[in-house]
């Protein structure tokens, strides 16, 4: 349960981070709906898709991570409609670097905090 709240936690650092950019609009029923299904996805696909990556994450040190983390981003702002992007597709790819960096620090704080207990 401590772990559902930390993905929760960490997925609200996304949207808080998502308000720093200039081009995008977040409606908040939309960003609430991202935030639970977000969580959602983070709890229950991606371990599934890290484990069937875990080769190619050995080659590349762990990077695959990141990447899958960005394209469950992407997928999901494309899937919910209440994030908008006003930029482009090189743009918004990079906006979403910038928010898997953001999530992957907010999630690293919070399984240090929720791992002490």
């Known amino acids: ?16 981070l998502l308000n ?8 908040v029923i939309p960003a609430m709906v991202f935030v639970v299904f977000l969580t959602l996805l983070n709890w229950t696909i991606v371990p599934i898709i890290k484990l069937l990556a875990l080769p190619i994450n050995f080659l590349t040190f762990g990077l695959i991570n990141g990447i899958i983390n960005l394209i469950v981003l992407l997928i999901m702002m494309n899937v919910i409609k209440g994030i908008d992007i006003n ?14 960096i953001g999530f992957s620090l907010a999630q690293g704080i919070v399984n240090r905090i929720t791992d002490d207990e």
């Open 87 to 100: 930029a482009g597709l090189i743009q918004q790819t990079g906006f979403a670097i910038l928010i898997t």
């Open 20 to 27: 720093f950019f200039p081009n995008v609009d977040i409606r």
């Open 1 to 16: 349960m401590l772990r559902i709240i930390g993905y929760l936690v960490a997925n609200v650092a996304v949207l808080m």
